[in-house]
């Protein structure tokens, strides 16, 4: 058998997750309102979106759940004998949920989302995972810079349920006291004292990384992930191209023109973006002709990526349904069967579409705004990702024709959606 032949049918391609380790804790440290929970929450997506069963744990929870949540700066005072107690019980409880997940619910990462600021307590996450062969890599995030701490303070920690309808500016003070209990005893991470741990530390958002003993594959793209995110405010504009061809006659793949509708479409959104009023946005196509063209009339620097090329149907191509269903049943069953991870004969599936797409999201975190005209199943990928769907829902994503959406960042790394129609 030739070695470097294409499986033809999805029987023929088992699934392989990206990872087979026996599981990884991904534990944040910092003081408060440092971002760790932004943190957390954006690697728990990108590492779903990649393929593998991720969990967040957040230790503030387990303490809101416990012993309520409206408490006193006084009582994360490390002299606060009870309240250590209490914090350190709630720090167990979600330490033997992640153990739980990792080794019986079929996890394979946990983030561990606590301030985990003093070497003891980090030394509890080890004492649990290493006998069990579960890898520890700690994040820290260290934050300098008074303004993005008030303005964190501001959006996120004032709407917590800490402090549900409290005073603002008693709200403000109180958790500033919080932070100062935890500096008290605050130890960060060292290369000389915890040279033997895996970790990367973050300093103020992203101006500088410092990283140590990272041994493997998925340490690595957590490190790479976390040099490109950033909190500046930004909008991403998403669309397919117009109406081609191809979509006239219900053909699939292709790389046929645009349409009449479809060039009507190109000169809508120009106007729509004109009406947006930004300047310095950027424009990425594919490189097929239907994106190319749906680009022709904008205004701006237009990047064509190969990679956000449609899926590849392989032997299937400018075919209809009805035809595949007729020329190939087999596939067709096997393809309503396991959408995501059913693969065209000699072409792709949506689990070889989203590896492909990875430095695509890289480079759409580093960015500000931007508009991407893509296809369908390239779009939902995409989509897929920043709204954080299941593999499961992402190829059934609605992305209709002549449709704009627009994501814009709230808090701890959520997208909203607005949907703009062009007909």
């Known amino acids: 058998m030739d070695q470097h032949k294409k499986p033809e049918t999805y029987s023929q391609v088992p699934y392989c997750p990206p990872v087979t380790h026996c599981g990884i804790c991904i534990a944040t440290v910092g003081l408060p309102a440092r971002g760790k929970t932004y943190i957390a929450k954006k690697l728990a997506r990108y590492l779903r979106w990649i393929g593998l069963n991720t969990k967040v744990f957040n230790v503030g929870e387990y303490r809101r759940h416990q012993v309520g949540a409206e408490k006193s700066h006084e009582f994360f005072h490390p002299d606060n004998q009870e309240g250590q107690k209490q914090r350190k019980l709630c720090a167990l409880m979600a ?6 997940f990792l080794k019986e619910g079929g996890g394979q990462a946990a983030v561990f989302d606590a301030t985990n600021s003093t070497r003891e307590r980090r030394q509890l996450i080890i004492d649990h995972c290493v006998p069990s062969c579960i890898k520890v ?3 820290e995030s260290i934050c300098e810079d008074n303004d993005v701490i008030a303005e964190n303070i501001k959006q ?3 709407c917590s349920p800490d402090y549900k309808e409290q005073d603002p500016e008693e709200a403000v003070k109180d958790f500033l006291m ?29 101006q ?14 957590l490190v790479y992930y976390l040099m490109n995110i950033h909190i500046r405010q930004r909008c991403i504009y998403l669309c397919r191209h117009g109406e081609s061809i191809c979509n006239m006659y219900g053909r699939i793949g292709g790389n046929s023109e645009l349409s009449e509708r479809g060039k009507q479409f190109a000169k809508v959104l120009k106007d729509f973006m004109d009406e947006q ?14 994106t190319i063209q749906t680009a022709q009339y904008l205004s701006g620097p237009i990047e064509q990526w190969k990679a956000l090329n449609e899926l590849d149907v392989g032997e299937c191509e400018a075919m209809t349904y009805e035809e595949i269903q007729k020329k190939f049943p087999k596939e067709f069953a096997l393809r309503d069967e396991n959408k995501f991870h059913y693969r065209y004969p000699r072409g792709e599936s949506y689990e070889d579409l989203v590896h492909r797409l990875e430095p695509v999201i890289m480079e759409l975190e580093r960015q500000q705004n931007v508009l991407v005209i893509c296809h369908q199943a390239v779009m939902r990928c ?23 959406m627009k994501l814009t960042p709230v808090a701890y790394g959520v997208f909203r959606v607005y949907m703009y129609c062009g007909n």
């Open 137 to 139: 890599f700690f994040i």
């Open 95 to 100: 330490m033997e949920d992640v153990m739980h």
């Open 277 to 290: 009023n930004m300047t310095g946005f950027k424009i990425w196509t594919s490189q097929l002709d239907r």
């Open 208 to 221: 500088r990384y410092e990283a140590n003993k990272i041994e493997d594959h998925l340490e690595a793209r």
């Open 156 to 158: 996120v920690k004032l």
């Open 382 to 404: 995409i989509l897929a990702y920043f709204l954080d769907k299941d593999i499961k829902e992402l190829p059934y994503l609605k992305v209709p024709l002549h449709t704009v």
């Open 178 to 206: 919080r932070i100062k209990n935890y500096e008290i005893r605050y130890e960060t991470l060292d290369h000389v004292k915890d040279k033997d741990l895996s970790w990367v530390k973050i300093y103020n958002v992203g």
